[in-house]
């Protein structure tokens, strides 16, 4: 699976957008981008993924470059509730064998 | 519905015991996998399970055994352990094809 960069912590204010940037330069053309996140050392939790094109859901919006090789993930309105470790991951079919490679994700802070 | 749920929550060991992490699920999913967590870095995968009856080694399986023993349960096994497997331990399962991934609360392990 292709390798991820995320910076390692971010701040964001309250009610603002949060935009958690990812680079995956040496995505393939057969993996997806997906986003977790995990508040207080809980489990981590699924929030979206995608391919190539644009993705939003309930939770948060997902812009992937035109190449591939970066994307965003974007909380339109970040609460407090949103203060969590953000992991992006990049990952071959849905498969059993190509399971989540976690790297060190993003801490983001929301402030109020 | 209660998802995945691992037992016990907390445990603390000497070095030499052993014991079982139990986990299980309820959403019928036939992939399940076991994590470690060490404070301040990313989940590592320790063993994999595709399907019933099939299990496979991760990323950092040594000092480790696991049991598929039905379909919804997946053990995790340490043998004689060490100080170094003191970790918090997920669990996860999804569906094979599916992009979400489900995790358990962890299991907190102390091993002095």
């Known amino acids: 699976d292709a390798k991820t960069t995320q910076p390692p912590s971010m701040d964001c204010a309250e009610g603002r957008a949060a935009n958690l940037p990812c680079n995956h330069s040496?995505?393939?053309?057969?993996?997806?981008v997906y986003w977790y996140r995990q508040i207080h050392s809980q489990g981590p939790q699924y929030i979206i993924h995608g391919l190539k094109n644009n993705e939003t859901n309930e939770m948060a919006s997902l812009i992937i470059t035109e190449d591939r090789k970066s994307s965003t993930l974007i909380l339109p309105h970040a609460t407090l509730r949103d203060t969590a470790v953000y992991y992006c991951i990049v990952s071959a079919v849905h498969n059993a064998g190509n399971m989540l490679t976690f790297g060190g994700g993003t801490r983001l802070m929301v402030k109020p | 519905n209660a998802g995945v749920t691992q037992t016990p929550k907390f445990q603390v060991l000497k070095t030499g015991q052993s014991m079982t992490l139990q986990c299980a699920q309820d959403?019928?999913?036939?992939?399940m996998y076991w994590y470690r967590q060490d404070p301040g870095m990313g989940l590592r995968l320790i063993y994999y399970s595709a399907s019933e009856g099939t299990t496979d080694k991760g990323e950092v399986p040594n000092g480790y055994n696991v049991s598929r023993l039905n379909k919804r349960e997946f053990s995790l096994r340490l043998e004689s352990a060490a100080p170094s497997q003191t970790s918090v331990y997920f669990c996860a399962s999804k569906l094979t094809g599916s992009t979400e991934a489900f995790f358990g609360q962890g299991t907190r392990l102390t091993v002095v």
């Open positions: 959403m019928n999913h036939n992939s």
């Open positions: 040496t995505i393939s053309g057969n993996e997806y």
